[in-house]
């Protein structure tokens, strides 16, 4: 196990500057400033409750709309947490949660396998939070999966208020996260495969 899981990105592009700095081992703190309020009250909960440490300052294009922010926002993101992880070994490589919010209930479920996927099975009911549109959210998750390498599948089990919805993802991704790379003790510095790397 790495004594310091941290990482420190910028992307810069014409559309959007990001920066990001993330601790794996830290206790959930966070320092958000995206231009968009919910996407930065998502990634406030995502830290808190994965007690992962999380500074995220960005720019973009938001005259235009909030979908270049946003996933750039999940590519540094994920970007970040493979470089922490680094060879990811003495990891548990495996989270799940399932996450209430009022009426909503979410699932989501993770293997850091180095395989990038995402499956993607939350409906909204309307089309904005806010002023942010509800299908930004699978395309954050999506980036954060596939820069991060990881499978991720998010499921919503009920809800209809769509605040509601989107808080209890986060939620369970932050959590089934805070299990699947948090140090396995049993696991000494092993790489949790039968192949010997998590790698594509």
């Known amino acids: 196990m790495a004594?310091?899981?941290t990482a420190e990105l910028a992307r810069t592009t014409a559309e959007t500057d990001i920066r990001v700095r993330l601790d794996l081992d830290g206790t959930g703190r966070a320092g958000i400033a995206t231009g968009i309020g919910f996407l930065d009250h998502m990634?406030?909960?995502?830290a808190r409750h994965s007690l992962i440490d999380l500074d995220i300052q960005a720019t973009g294009d938001l005259h235009i709309d909030f979908h270049h922010t946003t996933e750039d926002v999940g590519i540094v993101i994920g970007q970040c947490l493979r470089k922490a992880l680094g060879e990811k070994r003495g990891i548990r490589r495996y989270g799940s949660a399932v996450i209430p919010m009022d009426e909503a209930l979410a699932e989501a479920a993770?293997?850091?396998s180095?395989?990038?996927?995402l499956a993607w099975s939350v409906p909204f009911a309307r089309d904005r939070i806010g002023e942010?549109?509800?299908?930004?959210f699978e395309e954050f998750f999506r980036a954060l999966a596939f820069n991060a390498g990881i499978t991720l599948h998010v499921t919503l089990k009920a809800g209809?208020?769509?605040h509601h919805v989107a808080e209890a993802c986060f939620k369970a991704l932050a959590r089934a996260l805070r299990m699947a790379v948090e140090p396995?003790?049993?696991a000494g510095d092993a790489v949790p495969s039968t192949k010997g790397v998590l790698e594509a």
């Open 3 to 5: 004594a310091n899981r």
């Open 114 to 117: 180095g395989r990038p996927f």
């Open 43 to 46: 990634l406030t909960a995502l």
């Open 110 to 112: 993770i293997d850091i």
């Open 132 to 136: 942010m549109d509800t299908e930004l």
């Open 160 to 162: 209809t208020n769509a």
């Open 184 to 186: 396995d003790p049993r």
